[in-house]
């Protein structure tokens, strides 16, 4: 890839990992001559010591230190967008400090788009995440999805926006391994990591990851948290941004959706439909899908579970009339047709 000088400065200075950001920008601004230069340089060496300091400038002006770099750039199949690339999102500049490059795989046309972040916990409900993938289908055809890469409801957030391609992954690491979901969404919409393709997981890099997310997006829905749940992290950061937040509504007493309940509480946005997040976003979507594809028999039962709750094939069968065999067919059906999903030991929930 193509990059200009000013670009290619930045992701030089970026490849230095003993340097903070603070430390980057005045090697960069050290190096670009004129009166301030040596002030920027003067203040760098009292941070790292003039040994270091000459081993830097020494490798930022190296042929040999920057072919390395955009040679294992281009062997990881990554592509740098800078703080001075057109492409860099104008939601990460209020993150203080905000990352110089951000390392993609995939359509970095994406960041120039509107963006709704959603994330949730490793630990939801077959029905949570069922809900997440059809809330992120609905919305990812109006904005780009951005979500986190763990399994459980971040993956879900990503297999419901991946089929438009309006979807993107922040990883907590470097590109070092893509597994098969991420790699679908690096065909199909991108993949974002603050870090050079061969850094390792390390735990404080989740939080930098969270504050990414709520960077780059509008909005966040969360989907799932416990109590102290990582995903309220990501909401969190949100507010400190001035995003909107959102929460599924949960019933009493279920672990996995005490977060979410606590944010409702404090303000955030009761979710449980795409409608919610489009109409704080202030965009027109069409009307929801009705019913009128369903026989008689599939919408008595949608009409049960919507009014119930998850209930149980015999239950189904006592407020429908139908036998028990034939609920399990009919459920089957509308399995099929993404409308409820299997909670175990033979009970079921309307998803949409």
């Avoid at 500049?93 to 788009?113: C, M, Q, S, W």
């Amino acid at each position: 890839m193509n990059y200009t000088r000013e670009e290619a400065d930045v992701i030089i200075a970026d490849s230095f990992r003993d340097l903070n950001v603070r430390g980057k920008k005045l090697l960069l601004a050290s190096q670009k001559g004129g009166e301030k230069s040596a002030i920027y340089e003067s203040e760098l060496i009292k941070s790292c010591g003039a040994g270091v300091y000459n081993k830097l400038r020494e490798d930022f002006r190296s042929p040999d230190y920057r072919d390395r770099i955009f040679c294992s750039l281009e062997k990881a199949g990554v592509k740098c967008v800078t703080a001075k690339s057109a492409f860099y999102p104008d939601g990460l500049r209020h993150i203080d400090p905000f990352p110089l490059v951000l390392y993609t795989r995939g359509n970095a046309e994406l960041l120039k788009k509107r963006i709704f972040c959603v994330v949730g916990s490793r630990k939801s409900s077959a029905q949570t995440l069922e809900q997440c993938k059809a809330i992120c289908k609905e919305l990812s055809a109006y904005v780009v999805i951005a979500t986190g890469v763990a399994d459980g409801a971040d993956r879900a957030a990503a297999l419901g926006a991946l089929d438009s391609g309006n979807v993107i992954c922040v990883l907590p690491g470097g590109h070092a391994n893509s597994d098969v979901t991420l790699k679908m969404v690096e065909e199909r919409g991108l993949s974002i990591s603050i870090f050079p393709p061969a850094t390792p997981v390390l735990q404080y890099m989740f939080a930098l990851r969270n504050s990414v997310l709520a960077g780059l997006a509008e909005g966040v829905l969360v989907v799932s948290a416990g109590i102290n749940g990582g995903a309220l992290s990501t909401a969190n950061y949100a507010l400190d941004y001035g995003k909107d937040v959102f929460a599924f509504p949960y019933n009493i007493g279920v672990a996995s959706g005490e977060g979410c309940n606590n944010l409702i509480k404090s303000g955030a946005y009761l979710c449980d439909r795409a409608e919610d997040v489009l109409a704080a976003m202030r965009i027109e979507c069409g009307e929801r899908e009705s019913d009128e594809e369903l026989d008689g028999d599939e919408a008595a039962v949608m009409d049960a579970l919507r009014s119930e709750g998850e209930l149980h094939a015999e239950k189904i069968a006592a407020l429908t009339g139908k036998s028990t065999s034939e609920i399990t067919v009919i459920c089957s059906l509308l399995e099929i047709k993404g409308l409820l999903v299997r909670t175990g030991g033979n009970k079921f929930a309307a998803v949409k």
